[in-house]
């Protein structure tokens, strides 16, 4: 109500959204002969799809972390929260029309001379699966049946608790008391119970399947450590947009350095889980597991290390110092250079799977983000309008405006 | 002349704030504040810097990561370079990853006990040092704001004496300055 896009901000969206579109074009009419054209488009799909969910998915479980902790100083920046977590709306629009496809033309796969080749999802090619005892064993956990009836449960449990937090949010503005209060600290608690399961095994089934011999336990807490850094890096590119643009005046320096806290934090969050993952399957030096690695390291050498690089020294190096956690110009080049740091990591985690040594970023990768990230700019705007930017009655926003560190 | 101080006390929190705030709106420098809790909001009002533990916690991390990389590197390395599981031992970067977690503990290890040990040694609070709050019962009940005389050159005492019994004063007491420590 109080906020509306700027028709600058529109014109940059829409702008970003067409250079997007361009670019796809331009790949597309360069490569559609290529071999691995269709396996191109349906990876950037994939990329894109789970990335861009993936934010709103963190968003949606630092809200419900926030009412689970009953976390006060949050208070003033939960309406940018749940703007975040809205998309959710659309990541789930766009990953079901994928998986539907890929079921459909059982894994997206390519006919070369005969053979099926290209997957996303090998295991959902039965002519695969024939000769292939290590997928045939995977057998409940692998198949078409389990994978949708389990991934209709994660995505009704996603989209019925973000519309009960986003209801009662708006509800407690008009009613007030600490009765609401109550019932979201108890959603929350049962929201981050069946998260905890849901974020492991839905990214087992979502990215982990595409490498179908190849299983790691820490994989669903790795593909959690960058969900929820590119959350608070989002929420905080929000928080800065708008206190540029005047509102949100309550929300202080010191609500502005704990988000850095957490971008620091998470960063670490994500950096301690790949290095695990990492140091174990190299300790060990088991040929099957170590494939994994030894497939990424020869032939995607300089992306796979520079993303690492990247996702873990930028944020310790610059995001260290408290003054760095409270300047605007620092900490909106630092969230950039993260947002895509951690796009090229759900690269990494989807492309080689895919395409084998082909992966290349390109015009239709460029595209295809610009494209992405200008809807899931536009949704999360758009959301925002809907309601005041700050919250009314919640019991502990009186804290949270006199938040300070 | 020997220095002398102004000990005013306080029995609230939020008194103890609002009176600091009067005081130095009226130009009276207040040197320190003894209380039996944490007061927030405190240190900017009276003017006290921001700690600079972080600095050291930083210096004293670089200085433990470092030395555990000389560690690992001579001991496992150069002296006697350990074939465990056949990894790699003649050089530091292809065995990297093993060292990393050792490189971790140490940084940790440094940052933690050295900062716990310097905060303790500039606060002069290692165990058995004498207590150098002047007046016991701020560690009960009692706000007490210490208001040294040579840091005050532009007030006089009875000014200053004047401007405490406007604010919401339980006691005051002049004496002269004693470092205890």
């Given at each position: 109500?109080?906020?509306?896009?700027?028709s600058k901000?529109?014109?940059?969206?829409?702008?970003?959204?067409?250079?997007?579109?361009i670019s796809?074009?331009?790949?597309?009419?360069?490569?559609?002969?290529?071999?691995?054209?269709?396996?191109?488009?349906?990876?950037?799909?994939?990329?894109?799809?789970?990335?861009?969910f993936?934010?709103a998915?963190?968003a949606?479980?630092f809200?419900a972390?926030?009412?689970a902790?009953e976390?006060g100083?949050?208070?003033?920046?939960?309406?940018?929260?749940?703007g975040?977590?809205?998309?959710?709306?659309?990541?789930?629009?766009?990953l079901l029309a994928?998986?539907?496809?890929?079921?459909l033309t059982k894994?997206?796969?390519t006919?070369?001379?005969?053979?099926?080749?290209g997957?996303?999802?090998?295991?959902?090619?039965?002519?695969?699966?024939?000769?292939?005892t290590i997928?045939?064993n995977?057998?409940?956990?692998?198949?078409?049946?389990?994978?949708?009836?389990?991934?209709?449960?994660?995505?009704?449990?996603y989209?019925?608790?973000?519309r009960?937090?986003?209801?009662?949010?708006?509800?407690?503005?008009?009613?007030?008391?600490?009765?609401?209060?109550?019932?979201?600290?108890?959603?929350g608690?049962?929201?981050l119970?069946?998260?905890?399961?849901?974020?492991?095994t839905?990214s087992?089934?979502w990215?982990?399947?595409?490498?179908a011999?190849?299983?790691?336990t820490?994989?669903?807490?790795?593909?959690?450590?960058?969900?929820?850094?590119?959350?608070?890096?989002?929420?905080?590119l929000?928080?800065?947009?708008?206190k540029k643009h005047?509102?949100?005046?309550?929300?202080?320096d010191?609500h502005?350095h704990?988000v850095?806290?957490?971008i620091?934090?998470t960063?670490?969050?994500w950096?301690y889980?790949?290095?695990?993952q990492f140091?174990?399957?190299?300790?060990?030096?088991?040929?099957?597991?170590?494939?994994y690695?030894?497939?990424?390291?020869e032939?995607?050498k300089?992306?796979?290390?520079?993303?690492?690089?990247?996702?873990?020294?930028v944020p310790?190096?610059?995001?260290?110092?408290?003054?760095a956690k409270r300047?605007?110009?620092?900490?909106?080049?630092?969230c950039?250079?993260i947002?895509?740091?951690?796009?090229t990591d759900?690269y990494?985690?989807i492309?080689?799977g895919?395409?084998?040594?082909?992966?290349?970023?390109?015009?239709?990768?460029v595209?295809?983000?610009l494209?992405?990230?200008g809807v899931?700019?536009f949704f999360?705007?758009?959301?925002l309008?809907?309601a005041?930017?700050?919250?009314k009655n919640?019991?502990?926003l009186d804290?949270?405006?006199h938040h300070?560190? | 002349?020997?220095?002398r101080?102004?000990?005013?006390?306080?029995?609230?929190?939020?008194?103890?704030?609002n009176s600091?705030r009067?005081?130095?709106?009226?130009?009276?420098?207040?040197?320190?504040?003894?209380?039996?809790?944490p007061?927030?909001g405190?240190?900017?009002?009276i003017?006290?810097?921001h700690?600079?533990?972080?600095?050291?916690?930083f210096m004293?991390?670089?200085?433990g990561?470092?030395l555990?990389?000389?560690?690992?590197k001579?001991?496992?390395?150069d002296d006697?370079p350990?074939?465990?599981?056949?990894?790699?031992?003649f050089?530091?970067?292809?065995n990297?990853?093993?060292?990393?977690?050792?490189?971790?503990?140490?940084?940790?290890l440094?940052?933690?006990h050295?900062?716990?040990?310097?905060?303790?040694?500039?606060?002069?609070t290692?165990?058995?040092?004498?207590?150098?709050n002047?007046y016991?019962?701020?560690?009960d009940?009692?706000?007490v704001m210490?208001?040294?005389?040579?840091?005050?050159?532009?007030?006089s005492?009875?000014?200053i004496h004047s401007?405490?019994?406007?604010?919401?004063?339980i006691?005051?007491?002049?004496?002269?300055?004693?470092?205890i420590?």
């Open positions: 109500m109080e906020f509306q896009i700027s901000a529109k014109k940059t969206i829409f702008g970003a959204i067409a250079v997007g579109l796809v074009i331009i790949g597309v009419v360069v490569h559609i002969d290529d071999e691995q054209f269709k396996t191109r488009i349906l990876s950037n799909l994939l990329i894109d799809g789970f990335y861009f993936a934010i998915l963190g949606l479980f809200l972390l926030q009412y902790t976390t100083w949050s208070v003033a920046i939960k309406r940018v929260v749940e975040v977590a809205s998309y959710v709306y659309v990541g789930i629009a766009v994928l998986f539907a496809f890929l079921t894994g997206g796969y006919e070369v001379d005969g053979h099926h080749l997957h996303i999802y090998s295991w959902m090619d039965p002519q695969i699966v024939e000769h292939d997928i045939a995977k057998a409940p956990f692998l198949t078409k049946p389990f994978f949708w009836v389990v991934t209709a449960l994660y995505f009704a449990v989209i019925l608790f973000y009960g937090f986003r209801k009662r949010s708006l509800q407690e503005d008009v009613e007030g008391g600490t009765k609401i209060h109550y019932k979201n600290y108890v959603k608690a049962l929201f119970v069946l998260f905890g399961y849901f974020s492991s839905s087992w089934h990215l982990m399947s595409i490498d011999h190849w299983f790691s820490l994989f669903g807490w790795y593909v959690f450590g960058g969900m929820w850094c590119t959350s608070m890096t989002t929420i905080m929000v928080l800065l947009y708008l005047g509102y949100l005046q309550q929300v202080n010191s502005i704990d850095g806290k957490w620091f934090a960063s670490f969050l950096s889980l790949f290095f695990s140091m174990l399957y190299w300790y060990a030096n088991i040929p099957e597991e170590v494939i690695f030894d497939f990424r390291i032939n995607y300089f992306t796979y290390w520079a993303m690492f690089m990247v996702n873990f020294i310790m190096v610059v995001l260290m110092s408290r003054e300047n605007t110009g620092i900490l909106a080049v630092v950039l250079i947002l895509l740091g951690h796009w759900v990494m985690l492309t080689p895919t395409m084998g040594e082909f992966g290349c970023i390109g015009f239709i990768e595209g295809f983000l494209l992405f990230a899931f700019t999360i705007l758009n959301t309008t809907k005041p930017l700050m919250p919640h019991p502990y804290e949270s405006k300070e560190i | 002349m020997a220095d101080v102004i000990y005013a006390t306080y029995d609230d929190d939020e008194t103890l704030k600091a009067k005081l130095v709106s009226g130009g009276v420098h207040i040197s320190d504040v003894f209380s039996p809790f007061v927030h405190i240190d900017p009002i003017g006290v810097k700690t600079r533990l972080g600095i050291v916690a004293l991390g670089l200085t990561l470092m555990a990389v000389v560690g690992f001579y001991i496992m390395i006697w350990m074939n465990i599981g056949g990894k790699p031992n050089s530091l970067m292809e990297f990853p093993a060292f990393v977690p050792i490189s971790f503990e140490f940084t940790v440094f940052a933690a050295g900062m716990a040990i310097i905060y303790l040694l500039r606060n002069k290692l165990p058995g040092m004498p207590a150098d002047p016991p019962r701020t560690t009940d009692r706000f210490e208001i040294r005389l040579s840091e005050n050159h532009g007030l005492a009875s000014e401007k405490i019994k406007e604010t919401s004063v006691e005051i007491e002049e004496k002269d300055y004693v470092v420590k």
